[in-house]
C-alpha cells in the first residue's frame, strides 16, 4: 500500500496536476517519523495463512513474525509491546502460546522476530485458529503505526502430504463452455495426452501448472493457466486467488484416493470444467 500510494503521487507530479499546490522543496522532503509495524500486515487479509504438518500429538512448532521499525536505526534499544486481541479465535496454550509480550529492537537496528511457539500436535485439521496481535506501544517516544499495528496469523494444520510429481489427466466428464457458465459441449473419457505437474510450494501447497487439465491448449490453443490447490488430510481445494490469462476464476475441489491418485472437480464462469482423474506417472 505504502509504494502504491508513491506510485500515484509520482506519477500526479510528473503529469503536472500537483504543481500548483506544491514546489520543488515540498516534493523531495524526506520523511523522518519513526514508528513500529508488523511487516506481515500488508499482506492481503492483514497477514499470512500458514501450515504446520502435525506428526505427533506433542508436537510443537515456532513462526517468526517481522516487526520493524520504520525509520533511521536508534542509537539505544526500543521495547515495543504487544498483545492478542480479543479478534482472535486462537486460544493461548491450546493453539498457541507466546514466549513474551515485548520485545527489544536492539540499537542500530531495524528488524526482529516476534517468536510465536503453535501447539501443533492439540490441533485437529478441521480447526481454523486465528492469531491477532497488536503493537501496543513502544519505548522511547517511538510511535505505533496507524495502519500496520495489527497482524493477522492464520495458524492451520495438516496431515503429511506427498503430491509433488507428474500426472497423466483422464477427463470422466470434460464441459467445453459457452461464454455464459453453461456447456456448448459436453463428452465423457476424454485423455489429451497431456502431463500435468504438480510442484511442492510449501507444507500441503502445490503449484500446478495446468488447472484447465489440457483443455486450453488442445481445444482453444491457448497457453495453459497455472494455479495452486491445497492438500489438508486427502481434501483438495483450489486457492482462491486461481484464474487463468483472462481474469476468469477456478474452482477446484476433489480428494485424494487410496492409491494415490486425485480425483478433481473444476470449473470457471466461461462454462469449463469437468471430472478429471489424475494419475501419478
Known amino acids: 500500500m505504502k509504494n502504491k500510494i508513491v506510485y500515484i503521487f509520482l506519477f500526479l507530479f510528473s503529469a503536472g496536476l500537483l504543481s500548483s499546490c506544491m514546489d520543488e522543496a515540498d516534493f523531495f522532503r524526506v520523511w523522518d517519523g519513526l514508528e513500529v509495524e508488523f511487516d506481515a500486515s500488508t499482506l492481503p487479509q492483514n ?39 480479543s479478534e482472535s479465535t486462537a486460544v493461548a ?66 496431515c503429511p502430504s506427498e503430491l509433488a510429481g507428474a500426472y497423466t489427466a483422464l477427463h470422466q466428464v470434460l464441459r467445453v463452455g459457452d461464454g455464459s457458465g453453461g456447456a456448448s459441449q459436453t463428452v465423457n473419457n476424454v485423455n489429451f495426452e497431456n502431463i500435468v505437474n504438480l510442484t511442492r510450494t510449501s507444507a500441503g501447497l502445490y503449484r500446478v501448472d ?42 477446484i475441489s476433489g480428494v485424494v484416493n487410496a492409491d494415490g491418485s486425485l480425483l478433481l472437480e473444476w470449473g470457471n464462469t466461461w462454462g469449463d470444467g469437468g471430472t478429471v482423474l489424475l494419475r501419478r506417472q
Open 47 to 85: 497477514g499470512p495463512l500458514v501450515n504446520f504438518v502435525r506428526a505427533s500429538s506433542t508436537q510443537t512448532d515456532t513462526y517468526n513474525i517481522q516487526l520493524n521499525l520504520v525509520g533511521a536505526p536508534q542509537s539505544a534499544p526500543i521495547t515495543v509491546n504487544f498483545e492478542p486481541t
Open 93 to 158: 496454550g491450546v493453539h498457541f502460546q507466546l514466549p513474551s509480550t515485548s520485545i527489544v529492537i536492539p540499537a542500530g537496528e531495524n528488524v526482529v522476530n516476534v517468536p510465536v511457539t503453535v501447539l501443533t500436535g492439540n490441533i485437529d485439521p478441521s480447526e481454523t485458529p486465528n492469531l491477532v496481535l497488536r503493537i501496543t506501544s513502544a519505548s522511547n517516544n517511538v510511535a505505533v503505526s496507524a495502519n500496520y499495528s495489527q497482524v493477522t496469523v492464520r495458524i492451520r494444520v495438516i
Open 210 to 251: 495446468d488447472i484447465s487439465f489440457g483443455l486450453y491448449e488442445a481445444v482453444y490453443e491457448l497457453a495453459s493457466p497455472a494455479g495452486s490447490i491445497l492438500d489438508n488430510c486427502n481434501v483438495i481445494t483450489g486457492l482462491q486467488s486461481n484464474a487463468d490469462q483472462f481474469g476468469d476464476p477456478f474452482i
